[in-house]
């Protein structure tokens, strides 16, 4: 099987879609994105595990944060609850998902802080909702990753462009911004895929890319026209992986008032007579 090929199809086809729908759609740029979305989305769901489902929505924690709106959300199909769905936008705990997307027309310079926000609106949740049963089984599910120790597996950050400016002038810019914020590795933006162009990636000392970046890796770009087969590789390579403990939803709600008087004590029955 050619598998090179058939990403080339699969990207020809993606292309095609934005064309088609960048000039069928020209005033409403809220449905221009639905459908460049829609593309991508239709892309992760015929190639990654079926475990893994994908949606348009927001993610939140056990404090009540929650993150801005969110363009793509991959997150545990089997593990999830649904507690709010319209469409295809849903809200899911934080503790159930494994990586965003963001999906952009262009990409250029001036988005990149824009990005880096909606980034840290994902990245401030915290994941703590989960079922420990003993610290061997911690041991067995710690996972490593932005060259640390993971006991619940964080959420990744992607960026995916059918178009964009020069690379060398985006890499700058997402290098500047996040040196000026000082962000470690597992805070930075991890990949960024441009169409038929290139893939930002995060290159190790021996010049092996990775999807994630680490202390010892450095920010670089591969321009090739198989950008979508080598960006779904690195990222393949830790959601095909990707694992969370059992949610524990009780966390959501300890802060629910149950009732307009504290609970009572209940009465002992009397005897009769």
């Known amino acids: 099987m050619d598998i090179s090929g058939v990403f080339d199809d699969i990207s020809a086809q993606m292309r095609r879609d934005f064309e088609k729908a960048r000039k069928a759609i020209v005033a ?27 949606c348009t929505g927001q993610l939140f924690d056990s404090t009540g944060a929650q993150s801005s709106q969110l363009d793509l959300i991959i997150y545990d199909r089997h593990a999830t609850p649904v507690l709010y769905r319209t469409g295809e936008i849903q809200v899911i705990p934080i503790e159930c998902a494994y990586a965003v997307i963001e999906v952009k027309a262009q990409l250029s310079p001036s988005t990149i802080p824009w990005i880096i926000d909606n980034m840290l609106s994902v ?35 992607f960026v995916f462009a059918f178009e964009s400016s020069e690379l060398d002038a985006i890499g700058r810019r997402i290098t500047e911004e996040e ?58 390579h ?32 009397k005897e009769a007579g």
């Open 28 to 54: 409403h740029s809220g449905m221009k994105g639905a459908a460049f979305e829609d593309a991508v989305r239709g892309f992760l769901e015929n190639y990654l595990p079926p475990s893994l489902a994908v």
């Open 123 to 157: 990245r401030k949740l915290v994941k703590s909702a989960c079922y420990w049963f003993s610290d061997s089984e911690i041991l067995l599910t710690r996972h490593n990753l932005y060259g640390e120790q993971w006991d619940i597996w964080p959420v990744h950050y």
């Open 179 to 236: 040196q000026k914020l000082q962000l470690p590795p597992q805070q930075r933006i991890d990949c960024v895929c441009i169409l038929d162009r290139g893939v930002f990636l995060n290159r190790h000392p021996d010049g092996s890319p990775d999807a994630l970046p680490a202390p010892d890796t450095t920010f670089a770009y591969y321009e090739t026209p198989k950008a979508l087969l080598l960006f779904y590789t690195l990222i393949a």
């Open 238 to 269: 830790y959601l095909n992986q990707a694992t969370l403990p059992k949610f524990r939803f009780s966390d959501y709600i300890k802060n629910v008032n149950w009732a307009e008087r504290p609970a009572q004590p209940a009465e002992p029955a």
